[in-house]
């Protein structure tokens, strides 16, 4: 008789672990609190308009390349990819780099903001390569129960990028402010500040510009969808509107989980729901982490995120979007040092439908805006409002267009929504950071070292936030659960 896992969660990381360990033979069975699966990853679908509400940025495809692979398969038997070309805009106050879908075009644009540049631009993006594959290889992919997981002949030759900073390395060989800004961007994915960032991630600088900007047609829940279809294929049952009230424990193991009033027995638990939130379901002498534990980390930034119909095409924008038209460090500061309501928020706007006609009415612009903010804050109607006011009075005065007459709808998500409806610690929109002391065996584990059989998978343990290494959670997860089989 196969031995049964219950997973808590739907996102990225349950989803590959369902299907791996359904692989392997087990009966899995996925608990979802929301009326659909895909966790932070959803989709709103209004009056033509079709908006993805969490992840938009397709980058490293071939991690979900790797992963349909693993069962067979390919990405093109789910979904169809376009490398965006441009990749994204990024607006400054006084000018505009594009950044396109080859190196000699970045390259290109690169030397007209600053003569010289292109050849550091290369060496440095050889470099992050080279930290790619040694990432890819030999670390994200390793369950981060030891420090020795680390130690390899290549990380050893490379110790001092754990210790010296993304910051720090950037401005050693580009002066230009903008530039600057552009290369460390990328590494905002990871939920820190540059300046606190190790430099061995500048492999996410190589994801950017070495491999590309992409995007799934119909949009990122595409990935969700075949995801979905891969897991039920292999026999995973999946139970949305379930929302799991307790984590089953009897003489130190994991028995299964109370579930819209019912129990649901199991020889193995599986969360991918937020961590913290996980271990509530726990009675107090299960937890592994105290609630002192949790406020000390460096957790990445929360969003405010309006979704928007326009009734007509816009000009001068891109498919991604960055207004980087005010101080950077400011806005940083704001999140990370003296967390508080920015006072001249950057922003990231993406309108899909300039590249996909299919996510909005023709004619129409379907638009998602975010502005990063600190978690925890005060969110309220009113708030929320003025935010909205600045990014659209700054988005039309950077593309010389008069635009709010044209929006036919919006609506907002902010810390309370993540709260709500993702038990998310503190309202954070992208887990925990990718600090040096927040890195591998130092984030909290995939094992319980309290509760036998209850496993964590999610952006909250190893690897860390972000898609991809959401894939790779579940896929290391399963490897722990399937040892124990």
């Known amino acids: 008789m196969s031995k049964k896992v219950v997973i808590i969660g739907s996102g990225f990381s349950s989803l590959s672990a369902s299907s791996y360990l359904a692989k392997a033979g087990f009966d899995v069975e996925i608990y979802e609190k929301n009326a659909t699966v895909g966790g932070r990853a959803r989709q709103l679908i209004r009056n033509g308009f079709t908006f993805d509400i969490g992840p938009s940025w397709y980058w490293m495809p071939d991690i979900f390349e790797r992963f349909f692979n693993d069962f067979g398969k390919s990405t093109s038997d789910y979904y169809q990819l376009d490398k965006l070309d441009p990749a994204y805009k990024i607006f400054f106050s006084d000018d505009v780099i594009t950044v396109g879908d080859s190196m000699d075009k970045i390259c290109e644009e690169f030397e007209r903001i600053e003569p010289g540049s292109s050849g550091h631009l290369r060496k440095f993006i050889s470099k992050a390569q080279e930290n790619y594959d040694i990432a890819i290889n030999n670390i994200v992919y390793r369950p981060g129960l030891s420090p020795f997981e680390l130690v390899t002949k290549e990380t050893a030759m490379r110790v001092d990028q754990f210790f010296k900073t993304i910051s720090g390395q950037v401005r050693k060989q580009f002066k230009n402010p903008k530039l600057i800004s552009t290369l460390e961007f990328p590494v905002l994915f990871l939920g820190a500040k540059p300046s606190k960032t190790p430099s061995f991630y500048s492999f996410m600088n190589y994801a950017d510009f070495g491999l590309g900007t992409w995007h799934p047609r119909g949009g990122m829940y595409k990935i969700i969808e075949g995801m979905k279809s891969l897991a039920e294929e292999l026999g995973v049952k999946i139970h949305t509107g379930q929302t799991v009230s307790k984590i089953l424990v009897k003489d130190g193991k994991a028995t299964g989980i109370e579930a819209g009033g019912k129990t649901i027995e199991a020889d193995f638990v599986l969360s991918g729901a937020d961590y913290h939130h996980s271990e509530t379901l726990l009675e107090p002498r299960y937890r592994q982490f105290s609630e002192d534990y949790w406020n000390k980390k460096t957790f990445a930034p929360s969003s405010l995120l309006f979704y928007v119909g326009f009734d007509r095409k816009l000009k001068n924008v891109e498919h991604h979007n960055l207004f980087f038209d005010t101080d950077f460090e400011r806005h940083a500061e704001e999140i990370y040092d003296r967390p508080k309501w920015p006072t001249e928020p950057l922003f990231y706007v993406n309108f899909p439908s300039v590249t996909d006609q299919s996510m909005a009415p023709d004619g129409c612009e379907t638009g998602f805006f975010l502005i990063p903010i600190a978690p925890d804050l005060e969110d309220t109607p009113e708030l929320r ?52 002391l927040q890195t591998a065996f130092l984030r909290p584990g995939l094992r319980s070292k309290k509760v036998k059989d209850l496993y964590f998978t999610g952006q909250l343990t190893v690897p860390g936030p972000g898609v991809p290494p959401s894939l790779i959670s579940g896929k290391l997860v399963s490897e722990l659960i399937t040892q124990k089989k």
């Open 385 to 436: 409002e003025q935010y909205f006011d600045i990014v659209i009075r700054r988005l039309e005065e950077r593309t010389g267009q008069s635009i709010e007459n044209n929006i036919i709808f919006k609506e907002s998500f902010c810390v309370k929504d993540f709260k709500e409806q993702y038990n998310s610690y503190k309202g954070n929109a992208y887990g925990m950071a990718n600090t040096l």
